[in-house]
């Protein structure tokens, strides 16, 4: 039997024969595969740029790192396909079926997936930044470290979904902000872009704990730690993480996320100058407890002017994980109460 040649000049394959096809790095930009059998094909990093992909079958088929910017994949079948490190921006992806997709990393900025159908897919640190997703079916799919920022959500379903750390600040903002629950996301989103509604917020009856620090590559265990921690006290974390120091701009929305927590935990470890900002935003935070942590043998003396205020707990030093968290376990209960003092 001789090999199919596939003749990719003419850019017209709609309903053709590709299962298991080798189109791995081709340019394939603007062609068209409407109603093609791609299943289990292989187009990793292909270019499929502005293609036509309209109902076509990509079931198992292996898009990692393929760019498809401003695709047509209505009512496509991605179903178990392999789309990690895609870029999916400006797609068409309505009525798609991604059941079990490898997504992670993938970016769908802007892209449209309403009523897609991505129960158990793999969203890990998924760009979903503007992203249309009305009636969106996330049964059993995993959202943790999704970037929602600008996302238009309706009528989603999130039954048995993972949706921790779910991060609501612009992509190359210095620091990020991450909350758990997509939901819980959009309302901490609108809290810090509307001062009325933060006004009437009553830090006493909250429900959210704020993790300040540098969390580099290395220490993301330690933030990890922290946010487990908080969660099994019934406290919702909210976590931003410094990237590099804190610019001006971001210092009203730094505000306002200690004005809606129950308490902050504050880790002033390789943090550079966040002592100072820390200093001057719990100076008049009567009503917030601050539990400053840091991972060191001896007292730093940039935090030893914190012991002025009164609303703040002691300092916890930790040389590892396990004995942080030990000390956070009785140290969050007592921060959390109403009225507390030193």
């Known amino acids: 039997m001789k090999k199919q040649i596939l003749d990719l000049n003419g850019g017209n394959l709609s309903g053709a024969n590709l299962i298991r096809a080798d189109l791995s790095g081709k340019d394939l930009s603007g062609m068209n595969f409407y109603m093609a059998q791609l299943t289990k094909a292989n187009l ?41 490190g895609a870029r999916l921006s400006n797609a068409d992806l309505r009525g798609a079926n991604l059941n079990g997709a490898d ?63 779910i991060v609501i600040t612009p992509v190359g903002q210095s620091s990020t902000v991450a909350v758990d629950g997509v939901e819980v ?51 919702i974390p909210i976590s931003l993480d410094f990237g590099k120091p804190i610019s001006c701009d971001f210092m009203d929305s730094l505000s306002a996320l200690v004005h809606m927590t129950r308490f902050v935990i504050a880790d002033f470890t390789d943090v550079g100058s966040l002592h100072q900002e820390l200093d001057c935003i719990v100076s008049g935070l009567h009503s917030v407890r601050v539990v400053p942590v840091l991972q060191s043998s001896e007292i730093d003396r940039t935090v030893e002017h914190l012991k002025r205020y009164p609303w703040i707990q002691k300092i ?6 396990e004995n942080l968290y030990e000390a956070l376990e009785q140290t969050i209960i007592v921060s959390a109460r109403p009225g507390h003092m030193n």
């Open 103 to 165: 997504l992670r990393e993938a970016d769908f900025g802007l892209a449209d997936l309403s009523t897609a159908d991505l129960r158990g897919a793999n969203l890990c640190d998924a760009k979903l930044v503007g992203t249309r997703l009305v009636a969106s079916n996330f049964q059993g799919a995993n959202l943790t470290g999704c970037r929602f920022y600008g996302a238009f959500t309706w009528n989603m379903s999130l039954q048995d979904t993972k949706e921790f750390d």
């Open 44 to 84: 990793s990093e292909a270019n499929l740029t502005g293609a036509e992909l309209g109902n076509t079958d990509l079931k198992g088929a292996n898009l990692k790192g393929a760019k498809l910017t401003e695709s047509i994949l209505f009512r496509a079948n991605l179903e178990d396909a392999d789309l990690r």
């Open 185 to 235: 996301a959009q309302y901490v989103d609108l809290l810090l872009h509307n001062e009325k509604l933060l006004d009437i917020l009553d830090t006493k009856t909250s429900n959210f704990a704020l993790i300040l620090g540098s969390f580099t590559a290395g220490r993301k265990n330690i933030l990890n730690g922290i946010r487990n921690i908080v969660r099994s006290k019934n406290y």
């Open 316 to 321: 916890h030093q930790y040389s590892g994980p």
